[in-house]
């Protein structure tokens, strides 16, 4: 997916939540696309830590953030 993308922006949203081995975190990213349309799309991000790695991870978004706009110019 990223060899089709001329740019990707990505930015934390803080404050991001943990409650022990448990983290939420926020992201919205910016994909500028090589044909000149954009897709920005906001994603939560649940991982679950084990000592200093993430042990498991998933990811929840709205399938509808992916259709590429097209760029005001």
């Given at each position: ?54 042990h498991k ?15 005001d110019?």
């Amino acid at each position: 997916m990223l060899r089709k993308a001329k740019n990707v922006r990505s930015e934390c949203i803080r404050p991001f939540f943990h409650e022990g081995k448990n983290v939420v975190i926020r992201w919205e990213f910016q994909f500028e696309w090589l044909d000149g349309s954009i897709t920005e799309i906001e994603e939560m991000a649940y991982q679950i830590w084990k000592e200093d790695k993430i042990h498991k991870e998933q990811f929840f978004y709205d399938p509808k953030q992916f259709i590429p706009k097209k760029r005001d110019v």
